[in-house]
């Protein structure tokens, strides 16, 4: 069955970078747009960026434009998420997610079908 498995979830102080990673297996990696999404403690899920099938296009909230970059390698099976200027407000349960359609490259949440279990990012002040 389709399987994500994120790591690289820790602690860090604000202003560090983090590099998030998810490895997807039971599936062809390659035919999914890949997703990143957050949730933090009381708040609803948030799209944090979004990449095409061969990492063509991408697309980032505001909130981390500038900051966050995705990108995959479809050979390792892996999506990654290269986090730089890390805020306290980025303080969340970080969740990747696989997605058969287009829909998703607009993060939109109800377009992808498989998840994984989550990291936790830490950023202190």
């Known amino acids: 069955q389709v399987q994500l498995v994120e790591s690289g979830g820790t602690s860090v102080q604000a202003g560090g970078s983090l590099r998030l990673s998810c490895v997807g297996s039971g599936y062809t990696f390659s035919t999914r747009y890949m997703g990143w999404f957050r949730q933090a403690p009381g708040k609803r899920r948030e799209g944090v960026a979004a990449i095409s099938t061969r990492g063509l296009s991408t697309n980032y909230a505001d909130s981390v434009k500038g900051r966050f970059t995705i990108s995959r390698d479809n050979a390792k099976n892996t999506v990654y998420l290269q986090m730089n200027s890390l805020k306290p407000e980025d303080n969340a349960t970080y969740y990747c997610?696989?997605?058969?359609?287009?829909?998703?490259?607009?993060?939109?949440?109800?377009?992808?079908?498989?998840w994984g279990q989550g990291t936790q990012v830490t950023v202190s002040s």
């Open positions: 997610a696989a997605s058969r359609t287009f829909g998703a490259l607009a993060r939109d949440e109800a377009s992808f079908d498989n």
